[in-house]
């Protein structure tokens, strides 16, 4: 049972969503707040598989609400995917910043609602191609953050070809398709350059590797 958490200002907008999640078999509501100081205290008390949070909330956003979240290694296993209304804008840099596994626009279908939760509670990134160019494109002009040799001297080569294919939006399924390995592979791949470079999910291994330089930017 996926355990989901679920955080808007709108009692509407969560009563929607709570009747479309504990439809599901395998997946439950187990709590609901309606700010963001609200969802790092219901995340402590609950610890859910996932955190559904509004960015735009009173109190406390969801972007602080999940840098919180993100910084409480109680919380680690605890995946925020960001709830907005606008699509592809600054705050979905700021949400994956902060720790976010992804983000869902608020009239997204249902089913592909409830496939986003299934892949953020499986640790994969909520990222899709499209998103994944919009990362491309924001960091095409912008110089590394840190030494790339520093970040990719902690990976062996094959980590660093797994990252680089994640960080250009391929499944785990298509980098072993690329790297003629199997998928486990390509998952123990991910998963070790993860630990090693301190990330949080998928998805902060994606911009840690676009703002280190270890992936260089190209203009989709």
Do not use: C, W
């Amino acid at each position: 049972m996926i355990r989901v958490l679920l955080v808007d200002d709108q009692a509407l907008i969560r009563a929607g969503f709570r009747a479309l999640i504990d439809a599901e078999d395998d997946l439950e509501v187990v709590a609901e707040g309606a700010h963001g100081e609200q969802a790092v205290t219901l995340a402590a008390r609950h610890r859910p598989d996932v955190a559904l949070i509004d960015i735009q909330m009173p109190v406390l956003d969801g972007i602080e609400a999940t840098r919180r979240i993100a910084a409480d290694p109680a919380l680690a296993a605890v995946h925020v995917v960001i709830l907005t209304n606008y699509g592809l804008d600054e705050h979905l840099y700021a949400a994956l910043r902060a720790g976010a596994a992804g983000f869902l626009v608020k009239d997204t279908e249902p089913a592909d609602v409830l496939h986003g939760i299934r892949v953020a509670a499986r640790g994969d990134a909520l990222l899709s191609p499209a998103i994944t160019r919009r990362l491309i494109t924001e960091y095409v002009s912008r110089p590394p953050l840190a030494d790339p040799t520093a970040v990719s001297g902690l990976l062996t080569g094959r980590e660093r070809e797994a990252v680089a294919l994640a960080a250009r939006g391929m499944s785990n399924d298509e980098i072993a398709g690329h790297m003629v390995i199997s998928v486990a592979t390509a998952k123990t791949h991910i998963s070790r350059a993860m630990t090693k470079l301190r990330a949080r999910d998928r998805a902060q291994l994606v911009v840690m590797a676009f703002e280190s330089g270890l992936v260089a930017p190209r203009t989709p």
